[in-house]
């Protein structure tokens, strides 16, 4: 046992630990899209006006019909010369013109209906579009991040096996001290000796420590941050 097999260790502790944050990352943006379930979404309320608009423009053509039917019978009645009465003759006259005029009106609302469901069907025909560009964009990210889901998987699992055979060749207590570091040093139990100073807190270490440290074989602590100190 060598602290230069902690540090081994520790490279491929790091190395699984990105592997597993990347591998969180990806797990984080497989799913459904809401972008794509928005869109959805107002397709759904657009067809759900255009439907409401319909059945609307089938009422007031239902009622176009029965006025048309009304204005008729009166006229036939009007000009059919069977009424003389000029009072009888003036009333007819009246509810004839009061049924032309809901007639005009009831034709404005079938033709403003009839717009209103144009621009409808136009809204959920580039609703749709967008709504499949975007599915379609999301279906290759999908693949893309599963096949790259994947491919980490298979690289953390044999960084995993190379981690159990590295911690094998280290010794019990080494190896207990080095676990119990790791979470508490953000990952790096074992720092790098550089230019007589330890790189996890830039101290300046004393030459005691930087002989033990030199002969590699027991773990000495940073007397500051007392990670392992690596002589490389
Ligand atoms: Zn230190």
Partial sequence: MSTRDLFA???LDLDCDAERE???GIEARLGPSEAVAALQGELAQAQ???AATEKQLRDSEWQI????VKIKALEQKLYGGTVRNPKELAGLQAETQQFQQQRAAADDLALHLMEEADALKATMSALSAQAQALEAEWRRE??????????RQARLQSLEAQRQTSASRISPSSLAL?????PRKAGRA?????????????????????Q???LGQEPVQCSSCERILFVS
């Fill in 22 to 24: 990347a591998m969180a």
């Fill in 142 to 151: 999908q693949g893309a991040l599963r096949a790259e889901q994947s491919q």
């Fill in 178 to 182: 080095y676990e119990f570091l790791r």
């Fill in 190 to 210: 074992v720092a790098r000796v550089e230019g007589g100073t330890c790189s996890g807190c830039r101290i300046s270490l004393p030459m005691k420590d930087l």
């Fill in 48 to 50: 759900a006006r255009l």
């Fill in 212 to 214: 033990q440290a030199r």
């Fill in 9 to 11: 260790l520790q490279a």
């Fill in 65 to 68: 019909e029965d006025l048309e």
